[in-house]
């Protein structure tokens, strides 16, 4: 069992920035999993927002987020970030960390592919 806390969200306004951190509490090798972002607003589907490879060599982002969100991994610090930029109040939403034992490229945006999955942390941008 994998086990998964966020922490880092909070309320900003529009144009701010926020860090996520994801760390991983178990005592599996963090660096054997691939790790992803997503999100859901309120009446809305969870929805892909970045996926990094388990070495971090890899990312991959949503369309929406590309240049204003960075995801990194230290894997030594068994932990996962999201820099969020240039924040927006579209970005609302409860953010979750999900993680996938496979790496492969194919895949990564579909929640049906994780494994393991935090509690989520609120983040809200007023305008």
């Known amino acids: 069992q994998v086990q998964l806390v966020e922490s880092g969200g909070g309320l900003v306004q529009a144009g701010g920035s926020l860090r996520l951190s994801c760390a991983s509490a178990?005592?599996?090798?963090?660096?054997?999993?691939?790790m992803g972002w997503f999100r859901q607003a309120p009446g809305k589907e969870r929805e892909f927002v970045a996926a990094?490879?388990?070495?971090?060599?890899?990312?991959y982002y949503t369309d929406s987020v590309k240049g204003r969100f960075t995801i990194s991994r230290d894997n030594a610090k068994n932990t996962m970030y999201l820099q969020m930029n240039s924040l927006k109040p579209e970005d609302t939403a409860v953010y979750y960390c999900?993680?996938?034992?496979?790496?492969?490229?194919?895949?990564?945006?579909?929640?049906?592919?994780?494994?393991?999955w935090g509690q989520g942390t609120q983040v809200t941008v007023s305008s």
């Open positions: 999900a993680a996938r034992s496979a790496d492969y490229s194919l895949g990564y945006a579909n929640k049906a592919n994780y494994n393991y």
């Open positions: 178990s005592g599996r090798t963090f660096s054997n999993y691939a």
């Open positions: 990094i490879s388990k070495s971090g060599g890899r990312t």
